[in-house]
């Protein structure tokens, strides 16, 4: 297949907190040398050593690569606590989210029919078959945590049959996993893994469905370093990918009252009254802070946010404006309406959200990553400004890393904590 290099986006990270230097230390005997300083020049003693920041442990997406797909070629994109994906219409921002949510589900252990349904539309326009008249794709991360940075790179045949035909796990440079097509007649492809016991690879098929990362925890023993070391970095990657969130409120369908259900946030946020019914009984701090955060991104006074159930079995949301006066969903704006599910998402979490969180990994070490197309998409100064900080405040505090899609990221600079990759049309 028809691998294009060439890069197609540039990045740039917004200035954080400066470094601070370290002061000399003064000189004994009220500035005066000691005896064995060299005349005419004021000794100091040597400045203590600048600690080695610790490494967090908790794994994390750092960087995305699209080597081919849709409209990308040999592209790669940092990813920070949170991430602005600034540029015009058809700059690409919408793949490099879907790029970034197909791996996530990969990761998950999702076959590949349910991840890509219309892989046709994700082969660069220009990649031209190969002689077996074979188009695809290729997409990749970079995970970090107590095992350092972690890559991942899949390649996958979208034309004439959808499989992945190559994938490579690496980590310091040293190969982990490896997988080939060998035979397309036969739906597997053929794995290697780093064994360094007696024999220094394993090698077995495995399905041509699925992600090879995922399945590792399932096929090796983890008896000796290298086993361990393959595992550690795919559980490592796994955990990073899996805690990931698409969401893009559509407040056409977030104003009638809905059916109770399981409590947990849908991508269109179409749910919110029956999500808002479980967390304002299950975490009062919490529903708080969104209270707070919807005082300053909707019109009028805020006393409460409301869940009120109907007597046909659903339930509907509506805004405690004081006084005995209620607003119900139904009568805000667009804006007001993206703005409070956006605000809900940041501050419940992942309990909270339809996400494919590793249940068997502490929430210590889970990290969630929000991915919002359009982020800004109808919202006013003051909204997306909020909704920025809250989610500079949650990455901070370590529940969120935030990834927005933008079209201008004039009004977010100079802000701390925040990157910022320009995409070009």
Not at 207 to 217: N, V
Not at 292 to 298: D, I, K, L, S
Request: hydrophobic share 40%; net charge positive.
């Amino acid at each position: 297949m028809d691998v294009p290099t060439a890069p197609v986006g540039t990045s740039a990270e917004l200035p954080g907190r400066q470094s601070e230097t370290v002061p000399r230390a003064r000189s004994a005997g009220r500035g005066a040398p000691p005896a064995d300083a060299p005349a005419g020049r004021p000794a100091t003693a040597p400045a203590p050593p600048v600690p080695t920041p610790r490494r967090d442990p908790r794994p994390r997406v750092t960087e995305l690569r699209l080597s081919a797909f849709a409209r990308h070629r040999g592209a790669s994109f940092p990813v920070g606590q949170v991430t602005l994906l600034a540029g015009p219409s058809g700059s690409g921002k919408s793949a490099v989210l879907a790029a970034y949510e197909a791996l996530a589900r990969l990761g998950g252990g999702a076959v590949l029919a349910e991840v890509f349904p219309d892989p046709g539309a994700l082969v660069p326009e220009r990649a031209r078959p190969d002689a077996q008249r074979r188009r695809g794709f290729r997409i990749g991360c970079t995970a970090d945590g107590a095992e350092g940075p972690v890559r991942l790179d899949v390649a996958v045949q979208a034309e004439p049959e959808l499989r992945i035909v190559g994938e490579r796990l690496s980590a310091g440079g040293l190969v982990l996993l490896e997988t080939a097509l060998r035979d397309p007649s036969r739906p597997a492809v053929q794995a290697a893994w780093h064994t360094a016991g007696s024999a220094p690879v394993t090698r077995a098929p495995l399905p041509d469905d699925r992600l090879g990362t995922a399945l590792l925890p399932l096929r090796v023993a983890g008896k000796t370093d290298g086993q361990r070391q393959v595992l550690a970095a795919a559980e490592q990657m796994v955990v990073a990918l899996r805690s990931v969130f698409p969401c893009d409120p559509r407040p056409e369908n977030m104003r009638a009252a809905v059916r109770t259900g399981s409590g947990r946030l849908l991508r269109g946020c179409g749910n919110l009254a029956d999500v808002l019914w479980r967390t304002r009984a299950e975490c009062g701090r919490r529903h708080a802070q969104l209270v707070e955060a919807v005082r300053t991104g909707c019109a009028g006074p805020v006393a409460d946010l409301l869940a009120e159930p109907l007597g046909d079995g659903t339930v509907r949301a509506l805004l405690d404006r004081g006084g005995g006066r209620r607003t119900e969903l139904e009568r805000l704006g667009d804006g007001e309406l993206r703005y409070l599910a956006l605000a809900l998402v940041l501050f419940t979490g992942p309990g909270v959200l339809a996400v494919d969180a590793p249940g068997e990994v502490p929430d210590a070490m889970r990290c969630l990553t929000v991915l919002a197309d359009g982020f800004d998409r109808s919202l006013d100064p003051g909204q997306r400004a909020e909704l920025l900080r809250t989610a500079v405040l949650m990455g901070e505090r370590g529940h969120i890393r935030f990834v927005g899609a933008v079209s201008d990221p004039s009004w977010a600079g100079g802000a701390e904590a925040i990157t910022v990759v320009h995409l070009d049309a």
